[in-house]
Protein backbone atom coordinates (compact mmCIF):
# COMPACT_ATOMS: atom_id res chain seq x y z
CA UNK A 1 0.00 0.00 0.00
CA UNK A 2 2.92 2.04 0.46
CA UNK A 3 3.29 2.79 -3.45
CA UNK A 4 0.12 4.67 -3.73
CA UNK A 5 0.50 7.28 -1.43
CA UNK A 6 1.38 10.47 -3.51
CA UNK A 7 -0.56 8.93 -6.68
CA UNK A 8 -3.75 10.15 -8.41
CA UNK A 9 -6.48 9.01 -7.90
CA UNK A 10 -9.74 8.83 -9.55
CA UNK A 11 -13.17 7.45 -7.26
CA UNK A 12 -16.06 6.72 -9.47
CA UNK A 13 -19.46 6.42 -7.41
CA UNK A 14 -22.27 5.06 -8.98
CA UNK A 15 -25.62 5.42 -7.65
CA UNK A 16 -29.64 4.66 -8.75
CA UNK A 17 -31.71 7.98 -7.79
CA UNK A 18 -35.15 7.55 -7.33
CA UNK A 19 -36.48 7.24 -10.16
CA UNK A 20 -34.04 3.97 -11.04
CA UNK A 21 -31.55 6.10 -12.93
CA UNK A 22 -27.63 5.51 -12.95
CA UNK A 23 -25.67 8.28 -11.70
CA UNK A 24 -21.66 7.97 -12.24
CA UNK A 25 -19.52 10.60 -10.77
CA UNK A 26 -15.60 11.35 -11.38
CA UNK A 27 -13.88 12.41 -8.03
CA UNK A 28 -10.09 12.84 -8.40
CA UNK A 29 -7.19 13.76 -6.09
CA UNK A 30 -4.11 12.65 -4.60
CA UNK A 31 -3.68 9.64 -1.95
CA UNK A 32 -2.26 10.89 1.29
CA UNK A 33 -1.73 9.26 4.98
CA UNK A 34 -2.13 11.46 7.49
CA UNK A 35 -2.95 10.72 11.29
CA UNK A 36 -3.57 7.21 10.81
CA UNK A 37 -6.50 7.52 7.72
CA UNK A 38 -6.09 7.00 4.11
CA UNK A 39 -7.26 9.93 2.53
CA UNK A 40 -8.07 11.43 -1.15
CA UNK A 41 -6.93 15.04 -0.63
CA UNK A 42 -8.45 16.85 -3.28
CA UNK A 43 -7.53 20.14 -3.05
CA UNK A 44 -7.65 23.41 -0.90
CA UNK A 45 -11.38 23.71 -1.85
CA UNK A 46 -12.98 20.22 -1.42
CA UNK A 47 -12.43 18.50 2.14
CA UNK A 48 -10.04 15.53 1.88
CA UNK A 49 -12.36 12.18 1.81
CA UNK A 50 -11.16 9.39 3.98
CA UNK A 51 -10.68 5.93 1.91
CA UNK A 52 -11.43 2.50 3.83
CA UNK A 53 -8.44 0.40 4.36
CA UNK A 54 -10.85 -2.61 2.94
CA UNK A 55 -11.45 -0.54 -0.55
CA UNK A 56 -7.50 -0.36 -1.15
CA UNK A 57 -7.68 -4.25 -2.47
CA UNK A 58 -10.06 -3.13 -5.13
CA UNK A 59 -7.88 -0.36 -6.54
CA UNK A 60 -6.44 -0.95 -10.14
CA UNK A 61 -4.34 0.66 -12.72
CA UNK A 62 -5.28 3.06 -14.79
CA UNK A 63 -4.21 1.93 -18.56
CA UNK A 64 -3.03 4.46 -21.52
CA UNK A 65 -6.67 4.20 -23.00
CA UNK A 66 -8.58 5.48 -20.06
CA UNK A 67 -6.29 8.28 -18.31
CA UNK A 68 -7.79 10.90 -20.54
CA UNK A 69 -11.03 9.84 -19.55
CA UNK A 70 -10.29 9.76 -15.62
CA UNK A 71 -8.52 13.36 -15.82
CA UNK A 72 -4.77 11.81 -16.00
CA UNK A 73 -5.04 9.65 -13.05
CA UNK A 74 -2.72 6.83 -11.73
CA UNK A 75 -5.29 4.49 -10.43
CA UNK A 76 -9.17 3.92 -10.43
CA UNK A 77 -11.27 3.00 -7.32
CA UNK A 78 -14.91 2.53 -8.07
CA UNK A 79 -17.62 2.41 -5.33
CA UNK A 80 -21.37 1.93 -5.48
CA UNK A 81 -23.82 4.59 -2.85
CA UNK A 82 -26.58 3.84 -0.86
CA UNK A 83 -28.80 1.01 -2.27
CA UNK A 84 -30.42 -1.95 -0.41
CA UNK A 85 -28.90 -2.37 3.49
CA UNK A 86 -25.60 -4.06 3.17
CA UNK A 87 -25.11 -3.88 -0.95
CA UNK A 88 -23.45 -0.47 -1.35
CA UNK A 89 -19.82 0.24 -0.43
CA UNK A 90 -20.51 4.20 0.51
CA UNK A 91 -23.54 5.41 3.02
CA UNK A 92 -25.71 8.35 1.26
CA UNK A 93 -23.93 10.54 4.30
CA UNK A 94 -20.54 8.90 3.09
CA UNK A 95 -21.19 10.22 -0.45
CA UNK A 96 -22.37 13.72 1.01
CA UNK A 97 -18.63 14.25 2.08
CA UNK A 98 -17.88 13.89 -1.33
CA UNK A 99 -19.85 16.72 -2.88
Known sequence: MQSLYGRKLALVTRRKTAVGADVVQL???I?????????????IRKRPFRL???????????????????????LLLSLTVGGPAGNADLTEQEFAALA
Request: contains cysteine; negative net charge.
Open 27 to 29: HTG
Open 31 to 43: LAFTQCELLLDRG
Open 52 to 74: RSEWMSRVEAVDGDDKDRLEDAD
